[in-house]
């Protein structure tokens, strides 16, 4: 299942209903989904007190993706704390429009400035990394959710405008590969992709 940014709006996945047949012995003390929020922030850690606002205004929900956070190594966790939610990020760390085949940046190791995503999760979500995916996937995040439903994927994908040859498809492998794992549940990819010409509501490329 695909949830596609289409203008930097809020993106929004409603949890399926299911049976009560559906689950497994002893799965009762695992968590289901109720609302999965996404937007593109465009820089994150001046406006995480209006995200924190927009959580007392939203509520039920259990996962944020957020793209473009534009956070570096010298932002520490801690001030990136939520109450009532833990997160994975992952930050810039290479050079867009120069990366190699041998290096995450360029020759000179400039790292371009903004990009990166994270994900906040409701504390009370089983949840583990995709360790595979985030070190290989540039400015992308993914973790697994151990829900009542099964494994849930969610992936948090920025896509730069200016991204070089090199890590466009690093990032199309990446997201081949959680596409073709067959989990339990589904798959959730969302995020800014930056292609204008591709209609999403019919996957079709305009002109």
Known sequence: MWILDKQGSLCCWQEPKFSSSTREAGEDEKKGLSNIFYANANGLFNKLNELRNCLRTYENIDIICITETHFTPKILDSELHIEGFRFYRKDRDFNV????????????????????????????????????????????????????????????????????????????????NIGNVKNNFETLIVGDFNLPDICWENCTLKG
């Not at 969610?154 to 498809?169: D, E, G, P, Q, T």
């Open 97 to 176: 429009v120069e990366g190699s085949e041998d290096s995450n940046s360029d020759l000179n190791g400039n790292i371009s400035d903004g990009g990166g995503s994270i994900i906040y999760y409701n504390e009370k979500l089983v949840v583990s990394p995709d360790d595979k995916f985030n070190k290989s996937a540039p400015d992308s995040v993914a973790i697994k959710i151990d829900s009542e439903y099964g494994e849930i994927e969610v992936a948090c994908i920025y896509r730069s405008m200016n991204l070089s040859k090199h890590f466009n498809k690093k990032l199309i492998s990446c997201i081949e």
